[in-house]
C-alpha cells in the first residue's frame, strides 16, 4: 500500500474533524460548553461515541493479534469483556446516580465533601497522572504503526510523526471541548465499526468465505475458545480471574474516571445518563465479539498465504503488527484505507477525549474554574492548561521511545494502571463507612504505599502465595490494601454522612 495514498487520507480525515469542530463551537466556547457541553447531550448520541473512546488504537491492533494460539490467548480476552459489561451495569445503577445526586462537574469533587481536601487533590492527581500515562501509552504504540507504514517512507522522524498527532487533536478540541468531542466521537466510532465489519468482508473475500462459512472456520480452528476453567492458581486466563478483574477494572477505570464519566455527566438527566450506559453495554460487548472474530480470520488468513508474524527491530515477534501487516501489504486499496480508518478513529478518539478530560479536570480540581470564569493575560486559563497537557502528552511519548525497551515501557503503564486501584479505595470507603472520617493529611500516603505494596505482591506471587499468577483481579487487591490502609487512619464520626 503506497505511503502516500494512507497520507492523503488521514490529512482528510482530520479536515473534517477541524470541520467538525468549528460548526459545533462557533456560537459558545465557555467553561461550561467545554467541561459539560451544557448538559444538553444527547443520550444515544454519547452511548455510540464512548464505544470509540473506550476501545483505542492498541485495542484496535492489538485483540486481533492475541487471538493466535500461539500465545494461548484464543478468545479468552471475551471473559474479561463480561466482566466490563457487569462492571458497566454498576457504574449506572452506583456511581452515575451519585454524581447526579451531587450535580458534579469533576467526579473527585465528592472526595472532597466525603473525606477532606488532602484526599480530593490526591483522588485527582491520581487521575492527571494515570490519565496522562495511559494516553500517551496507547499513542505512542500506534504511533509506531504509523511511523513504520507510513512516515518511515519519506524520512520524517518519529518526534515529528507524534508532535503532528497531538496538534490536529489539539486544533479540534481546545474551542468546543466536550461538546465537539461528543460529535467527533460519534463519526469516529462510526468509522471504527465500519472498519471492523469491513474487514471481516474483506478477509472473507479473500479467503473465498461466505460470512456463514467463516464463522464456522472460526469455530474449527481452535482460535474460538472462550472460557478457560483449568488450574485457578497459575493460570491467568482463569474465567474467574478474568470475569473478575473486568468488574473492579471497569468500576476503577470508567466509573472513577473523569474521562468517560464526563461524557455522562453532559445528558440531560440520571435517566438518560442510565440509558446511554446500558446501550453503550450492549453494543461494547458486541463489537469486542467482532474483534476477536477478525484476529482468528486475520491468523487464518496468515497460515493460508505463508504469512509469517511480523518482528520488531530486535527480532521480537510483535502480534500486534499482524492486522496492519495484512491490511496494508497483502490486501488490496479498499481494505487498507479502510484499516487505516479504524486506527485513526480508535487512537484519536481515546485521545481527544482524554486531552479534554484532563483539561476538565485539572481546571475545576486544581483551578476552581468552574465556578467562575477567569482570564489570565487576556486569555482563559483553560486553553494554557490544555495547551499544558497537550505538551505533557508529547513529552511522555518521547520519553518511551528514549527508553527503546518495550518491557519498560510496558512497566511504566503497569504501574500507572495500578493507581486506580487507591481510587477504588477511596470511593469505596466513602460509600461504604459512612459513620467514619478519615485523618486527611495521612491518605496520600496510605494511596502511595497501597499501590507499591501491589507491584511488590504481583511480582513475588508465585513464591509467596503458592505458585498464584495475578492479572486483572490485581486491581482488587489495590483496592483493598488502600481500603485497610484508609481504616487505619480513620476515626468514628458523631453522625453518618448522608452521600
Not at 132 to 144: D, E, N, P, Q
Amino acid at each position: 500500500m503506497a505511503p502516500a495514498v494512507l497520507l492523503t487520507f488521514i490529512i482528510g480525515y482530520f479536515l473534517v474533524l477541524i470541520a467538525v469542530s468549528y460548526f459545533t463551537s462557533k456560537k459558545s466556547s465557555d467553561n461550561n460548553t467545554f467541561f459539560l457541553a451544557n448538559r444538553n447531550s444527547k443520550w444515544y448520541l454519547v452511548a455510540f461515541g464512548m464505544i470509540g473512546t473506550s476501545l483505542s488504537g492498541v485495542t484496535f491492533i492489538s485483540v486481533p493479534g492475541k487471538v493466535g494460539a500461539m500465545s494461548g490467548d484464543q478468545f479468552q480476552y471475551f471473559q474479561f469483556v463480561l466482566g466490563n459489561a457487569i462492571g458497566f451495569i454498576l457504574v449506572a445503577t452506583i456511581l452515575l446516580p451519585l454524581y447526579y445526586r451531587m450535580q458534579l462537574t469533576s467526579i473527585y469533587s465528592y472526595i472532597e465533601k466525603r473525606l477532606g481536601f488532602y484526599s480530593y487533590k490526591t483522588a485527582a492527581g491520581i487521575f492527571l497522572i494515570s490519565r496522562t500515562i495511559g494516553s500517551a501509552f496507547r499513542l505512542y504504540l500506534v504511533a509506531i504503526v504509523l511511523q513504520r507504514f507510513i512516515f518511515d517512507a519519506y524520512h520524517i522522524p518519529f518526534w515529528l510523526t507524534v508532535l503532528t498527532s497531538i496538534l490536529l487533536i489539539w486544533s479540534y478540541t481546545f474551542k468546543g471541548g466536550l461538546k465537539t468531542i461528543i460529535i467527533t466521537d460519534t463519526l469516529q466510532t462510526l468509522f471504527l465499526v465500519l472498519s471492523v465489519f469491513m474487514t471481516i468482508y474483506f478477509v472473507c473475500d479473500s479467503l473465498n468465505f461466505s460470512i456463514p462459512q467463516a464463522f464456522e472456520q472460526i469455530k474449527q480452528s481452535g482460535y474460538s475458545k472462550i472460557f478457560f476453567t483449568n488450574d485457578f492458581v497459575s493460570n491467568k486466563f482463569h474465567v474467574f480471574k478474568q470475569v473478575l478483574g473486568g468488574i473492579f477494572v471497569t468500576l476503577a477505570m470508567v466509573g472513577l474516571d473523569q474521562d468517560l464519566m464526563q461524557k455522562n455527566l453532559s445528558c440531560k438527566s440520571i435517566g438518560e445518563a442510565q440509558k446511554n450506559m446500558f446501550t453503550f453495554t450492549g453494543i461494547f460487548v458486541v463489537i469486542n465479539l467482532f474483534f476477536l472474530s477478525v484476529g482468528a480470520l486475520l491468523y487464518i488468513y496468515a497460515a493460508k498465504n505463508g504469512i509469517a508474524i511480523p518482528t520488531d527491530a530486535l527480532g521480537n515477534v510483535r502480534t500486534d503488527f499482524l492486522f496492519p501487516e495484512i491490511a496494508l501489504n497483502h490486501l488490496a486499496v479498499l481494505p487498507a484505507i479502510i484499516f487505516m480508518l479504524g486506527l485513526t478513529a480508535a487512537t484519536f478518539a481515546t485521545t481527544d477525549s482524554a486531552l479534554t478530560a484532563l483539561t476538565t479536570s485539572f481546571c475545576v480540581d486544581f483551578l476552581g474554574l468552574d465556578k467562575v470564569e477567569k482570564k489570565l493575560g487576556g486569555i482563559n486559563p483553560r486553553h494554557w492548561v490544555h495547551i499544558g497537557f497537550s505538551i505533557a502528552l508529547f513529552l511522555v511519548i518521547l520519553l518511551f521511545n528514549a527508553l527503546n525497551n518495550a518491557a519498560v515501557v510496558s512497566a511504566i503503564f503497569t504501574v500507572a494502571s495500578y493507581t486506580y486501584g487507591p481510587l477504588l479505595g477511596l470511593y469505596a470507603f466513602g460509600l461504604i463507612l459512612k459513620k467514619r472520617t478519615v485523618r486527611d493529611k495521612l491518605v496520600p500516603i496510605v494511596c502511595i504505599v497501597a499501590p507499591v505494596a501491589c507491584y511488590a505482591l504481583n511480582a513475588n506471587s508465585k513464591l509467596l502465595l503458592n505458585g498464584y499468577v495475578f492479572d486483572t483481579e490485581l486491581i482488587l487487591i489495590n483496592g483493598l490494601l488502600t481500603f485497610a490502609g484508609l481504616l487505619l487512619i480513620s476515626k468514628a464520626s458523631k453522625e453518618t454522612i448522608s452521600f
